[in-house]
């Protein structure tokens, strides 16, 4: 490991609730594959969970209709 700080490894899922909604109705995001109704798993390195949401957040910001659905730790990097 490259850093003397050590991380964890967090999974978090993420949908997006714009296109899930849209996809009941038979319609298409603008600009979103209709996958994205559905959760996405990503592995997040961070220190702590806190910081996992941050860094997901940043990547899938709520305010464009991303919701996270959990985050779970899976153990030290």
Known sequence: MSSNVATK?????????????????????????????????????????DEARSVIEQRYPPNRGYVKTDVINEGWE
């Open 9 to 49: 490894k967090f999974e978090v899922g993420v949908y997006n609730k714009e296109v899930r909604d849209l996809v009941k109705f038979h319609e298409h995001h603008l600009d979103l594959n209709d996958d994205w109704a559905d959760i996405h798993r990503f592995e997040i390195k961070a220190h702590n969970e």
